[in-house]
Every structure is written in structure tokens, then in C-alpha cells.
């Protein structure tokens, strides 16, 4: 769901407060189209700008949808004056969003040359204000969102292990959340791993690790504790992680380094 005032926030840091290079009179198509191939995302965020325009939106694909270059994902109608208006912040968006989603997908599938249960999950390693188009192009992509939000999970770092010690961490953090908040505990060192399910965590996240110290630390683990990779993992490394046996492979580059997928935006 995009809020009305995202848009507006949007659209006033593109338009400014007197452009005049969209006063154009009449109507017009517009046509959102793919430069590359990939897979789309941010097309309900380009709708909700068209939409507070006054723009109709005709025709959208779907996200999660592999398109190629010259496909038109999104289509619409309106006065030119404010197509116009709307093109550059739909553009960027999409463009962004379905960078991720592209990214996500060659992810999973690097993965499902594997394993066919790991999941690959994105990071709160996000774009202040668009963490919810983010996460929505790592779902179109195939991916797991992992946290939306600090509320979601509780997650015992390396500063709280510095600050308290690990038990203690545990301890505390599961006195103040609710029964159904899991408890994820990170580790540096395989050898860490077993002490993490010990204390109590539902999830230990394996961070930094070679693939190889990864499947040591997931051999110790008992089986209903769930075992999660993370740290600098790239697309190419997904085979190797995923070959550990380890549950989620978590990749904060989904969302920080993906390269935007190229659309231009076309009228008439």
C-alpha cells in the first residue's frame, strides 16, 4: 500500500514549485517501457503516482513477471501536462524496484541449482522511505523479506553480546517480547553456534563465515533450530552456501547494490 503521502513527497522533489517544462496542452498515452529484460516491480507504486495525477491507468503486468526488452509494463491516459509530470518518479521507481526483483530472482535460482528448501531473504539494509517497495521487489523476485521491522523478530547482535553476554541477551530480550517472537541470535564462529541454540535461540545467524565454516556450524545445530547465513554473500556465492544445508541465506546486496533495470518512458 503506498500512501498518498509518499507521493506527494515524490512528486515534490521532482516537480519543485515552478516547472514549466510540463505544460503541455491536450492528451496523451503514456507508455512504460523495458530497455532490458528482467523481472518487473514498482508498478503499484508508479500506479499510485498516475493515480494521484489524475492519470489513468489502463494496463499494468504483474509483479514477479519476467519481461523483455521492448514489453510495455505499464500503460496510461490523461491530460499530457500531467503523464508528463509523472513520468520520471514512475520510471525511477519501477526501475529501482525491478532492479531488486531481478537480482532476487537470479538469487533463487542460483540457489534451486542446489537445494530446493533454502529460502533467500532480503535485509533491513534499505533505502530510508522506500523499504516497502523494496521488500515487495524481493517477494516478486522470490525471495523472503526477512524483518520488516525491529518488531518482527528479536535479533541478539554482536553489540548486545559485547554489552550483556549472550545468555544474558536471550534471557532479557525473551522476558520483554511476545510468545510468538522468535529469537535469532548472530555468531562469528562456528563453534558458537551450538552455544546460541543452547541459550535459547530459534534461529542462529551464522555471519561472515566460509561456506565451509557454515555446514561445520549447521552439523552441530539441533534440528529444530533454524540456521541462517549472512555477511557479504554475493549471487555467485549462493551455490556454495546453499550446498551447506543451511536454512536462509540472507544478502543484504538485494536491496543496497542492485543495479536499476533500465525503462524508458514514451508518449503519444
Known sequence: MIEQSQVE???????????VTNDVPGETEGRLVAKESG?????????????????DVIERADAGERIES?????????????VLRGERVAVNIAGHASGIATKTRRAVDAAREVSDSVDVAGT????????????????????????LDLSHMVMVKDNHVA????????ARFRERASFATKIEVEVERAEEAVRAARAGANI?????????????????????TLAEASGGITVEDVPDYAATGVDVISMGGLTHSAPTLDFSFRTG
Open 204 to 224: 542462529v545467524l551464522l555471519d561472515n563465515m566460509s561456506p565451509a565454516e557454515v555446514e561445520r556450524a549447521v552439523e552441530t545445530l539441533p534440528s529444530e
Open 39 to 55: 523481472v518487473v516491480s514498482g508498478l503499484d507504486a508508479a500506479e499510485a503516482v498516475f493515480d494521484y495525477l489524475g492519470v
Open 9 to 19: 513527497r515524490w512528486l515534490r522533489e521532482d516537480v519543485g514549485h515552478h516547472d
Open 70 to 82: 521492448g514489453d510495455a509494463v505499464l500503460r496510461v491516459e490523461g491530460a499530457a501536462s500531467d
Open 163 to 170: 554489552e550483556m553476554g549472550m545468555e544474558e541477551a536471550v
Open 124 to 147: 533491513r539494509k534499505t533505502t530510508p522511505g522506500l523499504r516497502g517497495v523494496e521488500k515487495r521487489a524481493i517477494v516478486a523476485g522470490g525471495g523472503d523479506t526477512h524483518r
